[in-house]
């Protein structure tokens, strides 16, 4: 069904009116998912995260013997970590991104990181024995859910009683960017992510109501904090990204057919990202927040 509601963003027309949208849906949604996701650009930037910058909720509950399960663990870079400090216990980490999963156990493989497994999956077909985890975790990845109640169930399902669900997601409205061409950049972080949340499906501003999502879930104790990415916090990581989204031709030609950019301005990118990349002054914040919930002991 068409929607003709449009409003001015930052001097840009932006419109959910799109009369392809019915051709165009599933192949927007595999493309916008293999840029947005699983793109070796993408796994360049959240690769970037490390469980000291940006698993600091959970970390301290970490201990020798536990057993976790990372739901949509990407390329690994956390599972891995949570590996070495639950040591001699077991990290399964679960993907539904083939080439992450191969880089992830080929990096395990690398690392001689022998208490992880790593298996290719949808988080909601995943097969594990019920309440056999101590600790599940979720970063970047309830925000892309169309039912993010529904895949915190099967945490819930999957930790034991007393078990512990953590969870780290986008507000992506409080992002925020300095240095030359700052509004450019704001622009295209707004498109990016409009693209990818809009045709992937899921929520962009997930973080705000992460708390509410955890005790609908049943869980207890919730502890909800807000705070920026660390790891993606980072002007050289974000430019590097946002000019592979640039290059991604599916990319540019949907979000000029959707009329929320027009292509003299998508050609003035490039050169905006350079200059914002090269300059000393320049400084990006990627919002989220960081949740923690605990089962039920009964
Ligand atoms: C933004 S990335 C974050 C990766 C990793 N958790 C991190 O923080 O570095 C989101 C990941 O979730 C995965 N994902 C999203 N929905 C999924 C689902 N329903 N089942 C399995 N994996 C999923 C994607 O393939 C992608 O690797």
């Not at 600790?135 to 169309?146: D, K, P, R, T």
């Not at 990006?284 to 039920?296: D, I, N, Q, R, T």
């Amino acid at each position: 069904m068409r929607n003709h509601r449009a409003q001015l963003v930052q001097g840009v027309r932006m419109t959910t009116s799109d009369p392809h949208a019915a051709f165009s849906a599933v192949s927007d949604t595999s493309s916008a998912r293999q840029g947005q996701l699983e793109s070796e650009a993408a796994r360049a930037l959240f690769g970037r995260r490390t469980a000291k910058s940006d698993a600091s909720h959970l970390v301290p509950y970490l201990r020798p013997g536990l057993r976790l399960i990372d739901f949509g663990c990407g390329q690994g870079s956390l599972s891995l970590e949570f590996a070495s400090l639950v040591t001699p216990g077991e990290v399964v980490g679960i993907d539904v991104a083939e080439a992450s999963i191969a880089q992830a156990r080929a990096q395990a493989n690398n690392l001689g990181i022998g208490n992880v497994v790593f298996h290719v999956a949808d988080i909601h077909e995943a097969q594990f024995t019920e309440a056999s985890f101590d600790v599940a975790h979720f970063s970047g990845v309830l925000a892309y859910q169309s039912d993010p109640l529904a895949t915190l169930n099967v945490a819930y399902r999957a930790v034991k009683p007393g078990g512990l669900v953590a969870a780290r997601e986008p507000q992506k409205d409080g992002d925020w960017v300095g240095g030359p061409n700052r509004e450019a950049i704001m622009l295209l972080n707004r498109l990016i992510g409009e693209d990818a949340f809009k045709s992937i499906g899921g929520d962009p501003f997930i973080a705000r109501r992460l708390g509410t999502l955890l005790l609908g879930s049943g869980l207890e104790r919730v502890e909800v904090v807000p705070g920026y990415s660390p790891a993606l916090s980072s002007v050289g990581a974000v430019a590097n990204f946002f000019s592979a989204r640039l290059a991604d031709v599916a990319f540019t030609s949907r979000v000029v057919r959707r009329g929320w950019i027009t292509e003299e301005q998508l050609s003035a990118m490039p050169r905006a990202i350079k200059v914002w990349r090269d300059s000393k002054a320049s400084v990006v914040a990627v919002a989220e927040a960081m949740a923690l919930g605990w089962k039920p002991v009964v």
